[in-house]
T-cell receptor, first 113, second 114 residues
């Protein structure tokens, strides 16, 4: 299934590095999301974009910076991360932002050293 | 009280067994309900939506009880390939900033053994 793709799939970075995660959806959806999933914890919503506009920033630290140039692409720019930021970062999309089914990409497994 | 609560398990069952999971939610305004499946180190995938009248998809049956605010998932004739974590997902029921968010439970782990 290639409805939602994410790159890279794995990323190791130092605390002083800057990196970006990329997500692309091929489903014609209008809403896109970033989630963080830490071990044995529920998914945590980070950001929501609806028609390219950010509608939710769930108290995420500024070291995470999202960018949505169009309805099909979503980026998460990372800088000066902490080891506790190590997690699986999942991108998802849905037709609208009205609480309907979301489809997930395979995720980026991030390790911060 | 958590917005969505699930028994974490694990549920260890033999092949062919019937197993049921429950999930409770706190917001009576919630309108959309789903079960997702997540395999180890993979992304969540939609298993089925849950409708008011209950619905079935092959060996899987989902039920909604609005009065008691819980949803259930029944798996009949368990297969080894059913081993995964099952996530209960509920929408918040409220629009905030034009957005109605999905709330994910922490998941129930199922292990089916030969």
């Amino acid at each position: 299934e290639t409805g939602v793709t994410q790159t890279p799939r794995h990323l190791v970075m130092g605390m002083t590095n800057k990196k970006s995660l990329k997500c692309e959806q091929h489903l014609g959806h209008n809403a896109m999301y970033w989630y963080k999933q830490s071990a044995k914890k529920p998914l945590e919503l980070m950001f929501v974009y609806n028609f390219k506009e950010q509608t939710e920033n769930n108290s995420v630290p500024s070291r995470f910076s999202p960018e949505c140039p169009n309805s099909s692409h979503l980026f998460l720019h990372l800088h000066t991360l902490q080891p506790e930021d190590s997690a699986l970062y999942l991108c998802a999309s849905s037709r609208t932002s009205g609480g309907e089914t979301q489809y997930f990409g395979p995720g980026t497994r991030l390790l911060v050293l | 009280r958590k917005e969505v609560e699930q028994d974490p398990g694990p549920f260890n069952v033999p092949e062919g067994a019937t197993v049921a999971f429950n999930c409770t939610y706190s917001n009576s305004a919630s309108q959309s309900f789903f079960w997702y499946r997540q395999d180890c180190r993979k992304e969540p995938k939609l298993l089925m939506s849950v409708y008011s009248s209950g619905n079935e998809d092959g060996r899987f049956t989902a039920q909604l009880n609005r009065a008691s605010q819980y949803i259930s998932l029944l798996i009949r004739d368990s297969k080894l390939s059913d081993s995964a974590t099952y996530l209960c997902v509920v929408n918040s029921g409220e629009f905030s900033g034009g957005y109605n968010k999905l709330i994910f439970g922490a998941g129930t782990r199922l292990a089916v053994h030969p």
